[in-house]
């Protein structure tokens, strides 16, 4: 116990520790807003309820989405307000306040600039990666998404032990490290793409000392070098993490709140705000009373990405001292793929834009640009199954060509790992795989006359460049990914030689949209539109100020970090 909160437990009896603030979280947006109040002159603590801290963000691309951002004009890039603000509001279809966006535009690049003057972290803006609708007006062909620069692990300590491990999908064959832009390198087989492999791959075996310790990389990158940055910024100014530390209730004297009910390795225990409480806890994706009440039917918490602990309870808390709610019915849609284990989900990012696979329904039929941004891939298959009720699940289709070349999901190119060498357990569950496209058809329980109509038509397409149906490959955005070696469009390729592959496609998430209604200034809400003293919301438990879009990659995280920053400013009176 701290001297502070012994100091005032002692004071108080009904109190058994006492801080300024209380974050409740440890995602990179509850990282920030901890560091920013200890560097306001608060006293604050981290509560986390799993025994691993980093939450959904450390298992993420890390990125952030942030534009205007002060690398944009050195990239070569040139950005405004008002193109910012034009294009937001076009994405978010009126849904989200004006007074919000305004909020996010005039401090997420503030909040990146000081998280690189002021911590660990440092980040570097992408000049060739597209907003994710590059046909709205405002739109910019890159340096609004900024990558995480790596971070060695070493600089953890023992802490690095309790950092959540990063899923096996952002990883080089699910052992080493790679950048967003090493990831597109590889993808889009860029000149020297192989090379950069082989580098990486000497530099993780020939690191023999950390060998000794841990078959994880100690080059963190993606979402991981941004928590362990965080974390390690956290250590500097010694603010306390308390893992196995769950959140019970928030606790209001009916003016103000001041502070929360949490149990702690199965122990209640009380922790007094002297300025207030920032949830930061994630969202409601593991818990499936709640995905039955507010998501799109069919749903699922087989089917998210996101750690188990994330279950809602900051959002629930939330709500009993009446909080408002919105956004309840969207989430962060991404197709995802079953794999046996401890590790169930991956995540389709980016695989699908590669030329050679086409996605059907049960009728055999395409239904959407592959291409496209993954969150739409997912409001498509709801559409479709509203329409035809021949989707959910979908199927991913591709021969043995794309299976060889390219990674899709848990399977890695086949010049790498072939399917002999794939788990047994593997075959009819995670892929499925036939001599011919009506065997393969018959196999997964599709139509065969539309699975083979719908490949003739993308062969074509292949053959001239243009897709007639969707335009895969015809915007920046679905050619940032694409084979850059095929002509002449790099998101299109014939899908004709067999064996044939299929992946079943669930509507999965990588977190929920819906939760607390925030300001503003992330303060959280009532029913009557009144904010709560002293609470705050970021991250997945507020309602997301992004609405139903996905305006870039770092959508998510951006925000977090950025209502961070901005509740730990306004709490703190600055």
Known sequence: MSETAGTSARLDPNWDHRFDVIV???????????????????????????????????????????????QIEAQGGTDSYDDAMTYLKAATRGIVSEARLHAYLENAPQMVRYIEEKTRMRYRAMPGYSDYYPELPGAKPGCRTMDPLPFDAALLGAEFDSLRAPSPGTLIAGRVGMTAGEAHSILAKERGWMLLVIRRFAKYWLDVRWRRRTKRDRRLTLGNALVGALRRSMMDRN????????????????????????VQRGTQIRIAANRGVILGAGGFEHNQAMRDQYLPKPTSAEWTTTPESNTGDAIRA?????????????????????????????????ERALPGCVMVNKLGRRFVDEAAPYSDIVTAMYADHRASGANLPAWLIFDAD?????????????????????????ADKVYFKADSLAALAKRIGIDEAGLSESVSLMNSYAATGIDRDFAKG???????????????????APIAKPPFYALRIDAGDIGTKGGLLTDEHARVLRDDGQPIPGLYAIGNTSAAVMGPSYPGAGSTIGPAMTFGFVAAHHLAGV
Not at 244 to 260: F, K
């Open 24 to 70: 409740v979280g440890s995602g990179a947006g509850a990282m920030v807003a901890a560091i920013c109040a200890h560097d306001l002159g608060q006293s604050v603590v981290v509560i986390e309820k799993a025994n691993v801290y980093g939450g959904t963000t450390a298992i993420s691309g890390g990125a952030v989405w942030v534009p205007c951002n002060h």
């Open 239 to 262: 603010i306390p993490l308390w893992l196995n530390t769950a959140l019970d209730e928030v606790v209001a004297d009916g003016r103000h709140v001041t502070g929360v009910i949490a």
């Open 318 to 350: 939330g709500q009993q001292i009446g909080a408002q709610l919105a956004l309840m019915d969207m989430a962060w849609w991404a197709p995802t793929v079953f794999v046996p284990g401890k590790e169930k989900r991956r995540a389709l990012f980016v």
């Open 402 to 426: 794309f299976r060889r070349k390219y990674p899709c999901g848990p399977l890695l190119p086949g010049i790498v790992q072939s399917d002999s060498s794939l788990p047994k357990d593997w």
């Open 474 to 492: 015809a915007n920046t955005f679905d050619r940032y990914y694409g084979d850059s070696n095929v002509k002449p469009n790099p998101c299109l």
